[in-house]
Structures are given as structure tokens and as C-alpha cells.
């Protein structure tokens, strides 16, 4: 129907997006009627996704003709950025960024560097940057989900908590179960995109291969591949981070720092 | 008990000593300039009212929180340096709420033990269960626990660790009447059998004489008066 209005693909694309921004904008109000108010939050990240992803579409553009190891510093830019958007997930717990930021660096990072060397990532800046970025993306989703179900974890159980470190329980083990329990719910959803691929979604990756003329078997394979792919990285950032996060929620006399009201 | 008091003090060796101990969180005085001693043996209570300091007193003890300023002593040693793990094996604490792991009433015996790579004997578990009126209890699911058995399993796990020192949080305040004797009992019976070194935190006046024979009373995080429990509480 949009198309009946707007013949320029710049025109309509804005058009589509300012629909798609009023399905999630009714979205806010419907939860504001039951006393749930995300619209400041919602707003900024629609708005500022919307800013941010022409900004770079407008940048790739330039990029794509740059040097491939342009690539390594786009990167490492998106790194620091997921870190930062990440730690926020994690309020009031110590170290939140930089936890963050090394979880993804060595979670994603790894796996965007081996999977170049071994050749499945085509070193090609407009192959690279797109398929690292997806990893980076998801790295840091999970790795939010990760930190912040640990962090209430921690808060709903500190009587547990400080019961074991008063019977002479490890600082480390006696966080273990809400360890566990953070890295299992932070991968739910990268497990479901893989359970569910093909039969409850087509992933854009694969329609847009499809619609640039690949084979639908190889544009397939490949999808899996980059799930596939996603599924490591986001796997290895949660690992990590909840490895590095739950020795930070301790003083170095093993006295827990995350108390509900200091945070 | 006055004189079973100055007895100990005289002769039992001080296990525990507080020197200038005090806790501030964001300009908030919880705990200030605490000047006391623990002889062997001997059971003192913390009373005062609500938001005194007497959990923050205890925690302290436990090293559960940081003093911001003094230190304690265990037999003489800074306990800044002996191993944490070590020290709240040795302070041993029950808390308010017993906070019971997951599984059989055993399992939460073993919990202390199993941190250090030891195994409590199923012999040691029965022993522990019938100090604290539990006997046979030790299969049974801490789930199916009432509020009063849940607090001497507490009790209990706490005992596991052979404390040198048992610290009690306010073990009867979250319970019934008929529950907080039970529990009370248990508790004298366990202390005098053992002859435990004890510090117990109540803001019940009659509970602290029925369990120890020296008081510290709080205000506002400051000791405002100390000595024998009948002096103390009922001068």
C-alpha cells in the first residue's frame, strides 16, 4: 500500500520505517496503561537505531571501498560499543563495562578471527564487517541477558549467598548456581533461533542472499552457518562473563558487594 | 551466674576480642568505636532496639562486612589475617532466617565440612541432629521442614564446622512461641553440653537472661552499657 504513495526507494523506506516505528510505539502505550513505563527507554533506542544505522549505512558506503583491514578497527569499534551498551543491563555491578567489553572481545572476537583464517568468513570488508557484526550483536545481547539475570540472582539470594560464605563456602562457589542459571537463560534465545530456523523464521541474511541471485541451497547452508557461528560467539561471551563477573561481586576478604540498596 | 562469670573471667583464656570496632556506610554510623571481650565458655547477648546495630555488630564479628574502623582478634590473631574461609568456619553463624540449601537435612550438615574436602561421619550427622531435638531427621527434605525445625538444622549445620565461637543472629525472632522454645532449648542444651563460646543477638530482654550471663546494650551503633546480664538489663 505504501508503494501507492511513495515511488522514490529513500521516501519509502522512511515511510516504512515510521510505520513500523508506530507498531512499536502502540506497543509502549499498551504497556503504559498497565503501569509500565519503558517509552523513554523504547524512544531513545528506536530513535537513536534509526540515527545510527543510517549513519552507517552512509559510512559503509565509503567503506566498502576502503582497505580490508579497515575491517579489524570497525570491529573493534562495534566491540567497545556492545560493551558499553551491555554493561548498562548489569547496573550497580562492579566492573560491568569492562567485563563486558573483554567477554565480547575474546567471545566474538575469537570466533570472527577463526572463522576468517578458516576461511568461512570471506575477508572482504562487505563480507566481514556485516557477518561480524551480527556475532558482535548477538555477543552482546547475551551477554546483557547473562549479566543481568545474574545480578538479580544475586540480589533474590544473598541471605543463600552469605549463609555458605558463613558455613566457609568459596566466594566463587558460592555463587555457582546463579552462575549457571545466568549463562542457561542467556542463551534461550540463541538456542531457539537455531531450533526454530527455517520453520518459524527466515533469517534476512538468507532472504537477501536469495534476492541477490544465490543458490537457495547454498544461501541456506550458509544462514546456518552464520546461526551457527552466532550461537559460539554468544555461547563464549556468556562463558565468560559470567566467569569474570561473579569473582567481581566480591571484596578480596570474600565479603559479597552487591546488596540489595547499595546498588 | 555473677560469680560463674567472674570465675571465667578470671580464669578462661579471651577467645575473641573487639578493639575500636565501627562500621560506616555512606556517612551512616552502624557500628561505633565497640570495645568488648569473649572469655572460653562464656555466652554474651547484643540487645537493643531495631536498627541498633546489633546485625551489624555481629557481622562484623563474622567479617561478613568490613569494619571501617578497629579490628577483632581471635586467641590474640588480627582476624584481617587469618583466611576468610577459615575465620567464619571458626566464628560460626545462624542467621535470623535459616536459609536452608536444597535437599535432605544431611546434605545441609555436610554443606561446612565438604568446603575444606572433609566428609562428616553419617554417626557425627546423628549426634548433631540429637543435640538440636532432631533424631532421625537426617533423610527427611529440608522442604517439608516447619519454621522451628528449619532453625535447628541451622543450628546444626552451623555445629558441623566445630566453631570455636557460635554467633546467633536472632534465631527465634522470625518464629512461633511454641517454635522459639523449642529452638531456645536446643540452643541452651547445645551451649552447656559443649560449653560454647556464644554471642547472641536478641532484642528480647528475657531471652538474653535466660541465655547468657553478660549483655552489651546498643544505641544508635554505640555500646552504651556492658557487664553482667542482671546488672545490664535489669538495673
Known amino acids: 500500500m505504501l508503494r501507492l504513495f511513495f515511488h522514490s526507494q529513500l521516501q519509502l523506506g522512511l515511510a516504512q520505517a515510521a510505520v513500523a516505528a508506530l507498531a512499536a510505539l502502540i506497543v509502549v502505550l499498551l504497556a503504559r496503561r498497565r503501569q509500565i513505563h519503558l517509552e523513554g527507554e523504547i524512544l531513545i533506542a528506536m530513535a537513536r537505531g534509526l540515527v545510527q544505522i543510517i549513519a552507517v549505512g552512509s559510512i559503509l558506503v565509503i567503506l566498502l571501498r576502503a582497505p580490508r583491514w579497515t575491517s579489524g578497527f570497525l570491529l573493534a569499534a562495534m566491540i567497545v560499543a556492545a560493551g558499553a551498551t551491555s554493561a548498562r543491563r548489569a547496573k550497580g555491578m562492579p566492573d560491568a563495562f569492562r567485563v563486558s567489553a573483554w567477554a565480547i572481545a575474546f567471545g566474538a572476537g575469537s570466533v570472527i578471527a577463526l572463522m576468517t583464517f578458516l576461511g568461512v568468513i570471506d575477508t572482504a570488508i562487505t563480507s566481514l564487517v556485516p557477518v561480524g557484526s551480527m556475532m558482535i550483536a548477538n555477543a552482546m545481547n547475551t551477554n546483557g541477558l547473562a549479566m543481568n539475570r545474574f545480578r538479580s540472582d544475586v540480589l533474590a539470594h544473598v541471605g543463600e549467598i552469605e549463609t555458605a560464605l558463613a558455613l566457609g563456602a568459596e566466594a566463587r562457589n558460592s555463587v555457582s548456581p546463579y552462575v549457571q542459571a545466568s549463562f542457561e537463560a542467556s542463551l534461550i534465545p540463541a538456542i531457539d533461533s537455531l531450533r526454530s530456523l527455517g520453520i518459524v523464521w527466515i533469517p534476512g541474511l538468507m532472504a537477501g542472499m536469495l534476492l541477490s541471485g544465490a543458490r537457495p541451497v547454498y544461501a541456506a547452508i550458509y544462514q546456518f552457518v552464520v546461526l551457527a557461528m552466532i550461537f559460539a560467539s554468544s555461547g563464549l561471551t556468556s562463558l565468560i562473563s559470567t566467569m569474570l563477573i561473579r569473582g567481581k561481586v566480591f571484596s578480596p576478604a570474600e565479603q559479597l558487594l552487591l546488596q540489595p540498596g547499595r546498588s | ?235
Open chain 2, 1 to 235: 551466674m555473677a560469680n560463674i562469670m567472674t570465675a571465667l573471667e578470671g580464669s578462661s583464656p579471651v577467645i575473641l576480642r573487639a578493639e575500636h570496632l565501627g562500621r560506616t556506610v555512606n556517612g551512616k554510623i552502624l557500628v561505633q568505636d565497640a570495645n568488648f571481650e569473649l572469655h572460653k565458655g562464656e555466652v554474651l547477648a547484643i540487645v537493643g532496639p531495631s536498627g541498633s546495630g546489633k546485625t551489624s555488630l555481629l557481622r562484623l564479628l563474622n567479617r561478613l562486612d568490613e569494619p571501617t574502623s578497629g579490628t577483632v582478634f581471635v586467641e590474640g590473631t588480627d582476624y584481617r589475617g587469618i583466611e576468610p574461609r577459615d575465620l567464619r568456619r571458626r566464628l560460626g553463624m545462624v542467621t535470623q532466617r535459616p536459609f536452608l540449601f536444597p535437599g535432605t537435612v544431611a546434605d545441609n550438615l555436610r554443606f561446612g565440612p565438604v568446603q575444606r574436602g572433609e566428609v562428616l561421619p553419617e554417626d557425627s550427622i546423628a549426634d548433631l541432629l540429637a543435640q538440636v531435638g532432631l533424631k532421625g531427621y537426617a533423610e527427611r527434605n529440608v522442604a517439608n521442614l516447619s519454621g522451628g525445625e528449619a532453625q535447628r538444622v541451622s543450628v546444626a549445620r552451623t555445629l558441623a564446622n566445630s566453631p570455636l565461637v557460635l554467633l546467633l543472629d536472632e534465631p527465634t525472632s522470625a518464629l512461633d512461641e511454641a517454635a522459639k522454645l523449642e529452638v531456645e532449648s536446643s540452643i541452651q542444651k547445645v551451649v552447656c553440653e559443649k560449653s560454647l563460646t556464644c554471642v547472641v543477638v536478641t532484642h528480647d530482654l528475657a531471652q538474653a537472661t535466660r541465655l547468657a550471663s553478660r549483655a552489651l546494650v546498643l544505641e544508635a551503633g554505640r555500646i552504651v552499657r556492658a557487664g553482667l546480664v542482671n546488672e545490664v538489663l535489669h538495673a
